[in-house]
């Protein structure tokens, strides 16, 4: 595993981050143990820092993150642990109200709260905005992160799904830096490179995180529009650079995304432990610049101008 420090934090994160949102399953006591084994495996592969979401398995993901750390309390000292908050679902005590995003200060304290008492920790390393609140009060936002701060609940701060204006208009108001931008960064979504957000987090310090990294690759991606002779295209660059690379060709993507000079941060989140070990391939590839635009021109089906 490669190691980098996370610009304007003390974390020194594994390049590749674990994503927990599958952890566990449909709850039930075999899926469960199933996540336990990827978490260990991960740990085992050298991750060291696994992002976590209040939604996620309706909170039983952090839960059973939680029953790890209890088994091995000594973990939680190697490892850093990232949460996010912010939408609200359907299904709660007001029957009457729309899933709906909240930035409220006492909705954000009260999601903090509720996931460091199912992770069974005293302070988070890393809270981010899920996603952006239409209604966000940006001044109320930054009053309740420097609460949440000052109160050693959260060390460092960070948003998700975030656009540049959104982002400018968070940081204006903070006290302190913010950290990440975690947005979905694929071959089928390459809007990051494209409105700027890539370009922000490297004129900021922000380091972009990619959720569904191998989106329209391993697995269908969010909202696909790719014709088959789109795939067609790209299945064929990647089988003739895995070859090249000598390597499974949903690593060639992981490579491609690590190229980019903003230093993106993958989310690795499969539950099968060859998987997840193997993601750490990408990280030795001298991946060249010819063979990203190749990827890129496969994608788009053209030249760039």
């Given at each position: 595993?490669?190691?980098?420090t ?6 020194y ?17 075999a ?7 990827a ?22 993901c ?11 309390p ?11 908050a ?32 199912r992770?069974?920790?005293?302070q ?15 001044q ?5 992160f ?10 460092h ?16 108001n ?47 991606a ?7 002779d ?10 003739l ?8 060709p ?8 690590l ?5 993106i ?10 998987r ?7 990280l ?22």
């Amino acid at each position: 595993m490669k190691f980098e420090t996370i610009k304007n934090t003390a974390i020194y994160s594994s390049r590749l981050i674990y994503g927990c949102m599958r952890i566990c399953g449909d709850n039930s006591p075999a899926d469960r143990q199933k996540g336990k084994r990827a978490i260990h495996s991960a740990i085992e592969a050298g991750y060291n820092h696994f992002d976590h979401a209040d939604i996620y398995g309706s909170g039983n993901c952090e839960s059973l993150f939680g029953d790890i750390l209890k088994e091995s309390p000594s973990l939680r000292d190697e490892i850093f642990i990232t949460s996010k908050a912010g939408i609200r679902p359907k299904i709660d005590a007001a029957a009457y109200a729309p899933t709906r995003y909240d930035f409220s200060k006492q909705y954000i304290f009260d999601s903090v709260d509720g996931s460091l008492q199912r992770l069974g920790i005293e302070q988070l390393d890393m809270f981010l905005l899920h996603r952006p609140d239409y209604l966000m009060n940006a001044q109320n936002v930054a009053d309740a992160f420097d609460i949440l701060q000052t109160s050693g609940k959260v060390k460092h701060f960070g948003v998700s799904n975030f656009r540049p204006s959104q982002v400018e208009l968070l940081r204006s108001n903070m006290s302190m830096p913010l950290a990440v931008n975690q947005v979905e960064i694929n071959i089928h979504n390459i809007n990051a490179l494209l409105d700027g957000t890539l370009d922000q987090c490297q004129q900021h310090e922000i380091t972009p995180i990619a959720w569904c990294p191998l989106g329209g690759v391993a697995y269908p991606a969010w909202g696909n529009i790719f014709t088959l002779d789109d795939d067609k295209r790209i299945e064929i660059e990647l089988d003739l650079q895995a070859k090249k690379y000598q390597c499974q060709p949903w690593i060639v993507i992981l490579a491609w995304l690590l190229k980019h000079p903003a230093d993106i941060f993958p989310i690795i989140g499969s539950t099968t432990p060859e998987r997840i070990a193997a993601s750490k391939i990408a990280l030795e590839i001298n991946y060249t610049r010819e063979d990203w635009y190749r990827l890129l021109e496969a994608r788009n089906g053209i030249s760039v101008p």
